[in-house]
């Protein structure tokens, strides 16, 4: 396992920008798949977008942020960025990072998923 610290988060107006990021203790972060999941109270935690490991030259994105946010990684600074832009009020969410060996379980059971986040709180004021 990796511990995963997310930071970015804060305030932002609609139709403004952030980026986050999420970093990885541990000297082995690059064979890890990350994903970025966000929650409000009352719903689910909702898939957004994810990387597979090392190279990092595939992503997914869910439907609602394609376009908008561009996930990355940094291997040699064991971080993952998500960039968020364009920001709707409702992109208000905590945003957790995750990772895991295992790129499926990233985006398809994330019930199995090795390491998360604490969060970051992002709110989109209208």
């Known amino acids: 396992q990796v511990q995963l610290v997310e930071s970015g988060g804060g305030l932002v107006q609609t139709g403004g920008s952030l980026t986050l990021s999420c970093t990885a203790s541990?000297?082995?972060?690059?064979?890890?798949?990350v994903g970025w999941f966000r929650q409000v109270p009352g719903k689910e935690r909702e898939f957004v977008a994810a990387?597979?490991?090392?190279?990092?030259?595939?992503?997914l994105y869910a439907d609602s942020v394609k376009g908008r946010f561009t996930i990355s990684r940094d291997n040699a600074k064991n971080t993952v960025y998500l960039q968020m832009n364009s920001l709707p009020p409702e992109g208000t969410a905590v945003y957790y990072c995750?990772?895991?060996?295992?790129?499926?379980?990233?985006?398809?059971?994330?019930?199995?998923?090795?390491?998360w986040g604490r969060g970051t709180q992002v709110t989109v004021s209208s």
């Open positions: 541990g000297r082995t972060f690059m064979d890890y798949a």
């Open positions: 990387i597979i490991r090392r190279s990092g030259c595939s992503t």
């Open positions: 995750a990772a895991d060996t295992t790129f499926h379980d990233i985006v398809g059971n994330t019930g199995a998923v090795d390491s």
